[in-house]
């Protein structure tokens, strides 16, 4: 990623927790749904909505306490789409080990004020 500020910061709470005692996989997707989205109406200038959320891995796991940061960079543009790539790093609560936790991709369609498709502005 080459903008190393996080769009969203959380920490992992007990009620994030799968029956196995570890971080819930579907909250660090909607973590990352989270910041994905924030970027793309940030770059869209307006309404975005996620079409598709695909490529996901979780190469690491994190910890209750743990404080989740969410990377996002938009990867690709369509006439009406962005495509935004999340990574998701976790820090440990007590110390600064990082462990990446999450990775996947995210397609976002703008919409106008009646929620149809509109084109995607030209950067300058």
């Not at 973590?31 to 994905?36: F, P």
Request: with cysteine; aromatic share 8%.
């Amino acid at each position: 990623m080459p903008d190393r500020s996080p769009v969203i910061r959380a920490t992992a709470m007990p009620s994030d927790l799968n029956p196995y005692g570890g971080v819930f996989g579907g909250w660090l997707m909607s973590q990352m749904a989270l910041g994905a989205g924030s970027l793309a109406s940030r770059e869209g200038q307006g309404k975005a909505v996620v079409v598709s959320a695909t490529d996901f891995a979780f190469p690491g796991a994190m910890q209750v306490g743990d404080e989740l940061s969410v990377y996002c960079a938009v990867a690709a543009t369509g006439n009406t789409s962005l495509t935004i790539t999340a990574e998701a790093i976790a820090r440990e609560r007590n110390g600064e080990a990082e462990t990446k936790v999450a990775q996947g991709t995210f397609k976002f369609v703008l919409l106008d004020a009646n929620d149809r498709p509109r084109a995607v502005a030209k950067w300058a």
